[in-house]
């Protein structure tokens, strides 16, 4: 058949196995390991929201917008996905309730920013990186602001 039988190729069993595993890593990367990284940090949680922004801006969002898309075409995909946008937002939820802010007002305020950045990941209207850490910067001042 003229197809190559490289090493990768015994990772594993067939396709579907190496789509799982891809899907797990993302997972494992893009979620489980970004709050880890938040939660090391130690801070209270104005301190916390902000590196997480900050680490949201730094992805490029290639990846995000792959899932997203594969997603619209298999109903496992989009179950892990409705269960990863969930827990990022009740995560980033959490944060503004440790901030202060009521339940309601806590979860605007979550929504606001995840849907900006998964937008900005789908638009691709991307500044440089000085820029957006700047942008990033003064949408966590304003939304961590309390009247």
Not at 38 to 56: M, R, S
Not at 63 to 90: F, K, P, Y
């Amino acid at each position: 058949m003229g197809v190559t039988k490289g090493s990768f190729y015994w990772h594993f069993k067939n396709r579907e196995d190496l789509l799982e595993a891809v899907l797990q890593e993302w997972v494992k990367r893009q979620t489980n390991g970004i709050i880890e990284r938040v939660e090391a940090t130690g801070g209270d949680a104005t301190a916390k929201l902000l590196y997480l922004f900050e680490l949201a801006v730094q992805d490029d969002g290639r990846v995000e917008n792959a899932i997203r898309a594969w997603a619209t075409n298999d109903s496992r995909i989009t179950a892990v996905l409705t269960q990863v946008d969930q827990g990022r937002l009740d995560y980033t939820k959490n944060l503004f309730l440790q901030v202060g802010f009521a339940p309601f007002e806590a979860m605007v305020r979550a929504r606001m920013v995840y849907y900006a950045l998964v937008g900005e990941f789908t638009i691709g209207a991307r500044s440089n990186e000085a820029e957006r850490l700047a942008e990033i910067r003064l949408q966590h001042t304003i939304l961590t602001r309390r009247s």
